[in-house]
């Protein structure tokens, strides 16, 4: 059978394998080129990120970004993690955005931007999830059901 132990002291000295640091190294994830990717979503858009070391150029879909997204607002989401980190004219980011509209759109970038910085350099992470910005924020519409005008929407009732 095992051995009793009574005391700390022989807690400690017992022959037990010193238990390893369970915190997860977060480690450099590059591609062949040189470049970091993530996938950002939010509501129905996936967005398709990719950073590498440049000037600040901002592209989506084939686009300059300030045309893509015209509204400032927009705009202002989608350089969030960049401007947080201090990053701004190091990166130059490529962005593929599918589904869903423009507002999600811009979520969905912004989350792929946030998780590209963390691969391209994991000393950002701290700064990045004190933003909010790894976190995937999961809300989507609410299906609609039988019998109901909308999602919970009654039909407008009539006593006659």
Known sequence: MAETINSLEALGTSAAAPVASSAPVHVQKLDSLGRAYATGKRKNAVARVWIKPGKGKVTVNGREFAAYFARPVLQLIVKQPIVATDRL??????VTVAGGGLSGQAGAVRHGISKALN????????????GGFLTRDSRVVERKKYGKAKARRSFQFSKR
């Open 89 to 94: 004219d190091q990166y130059d980011v490529n």
């Open 119 to 130: 691969y391209f350099e994991p000393g950002l992470r701290p700064i990045l999830k004190k």
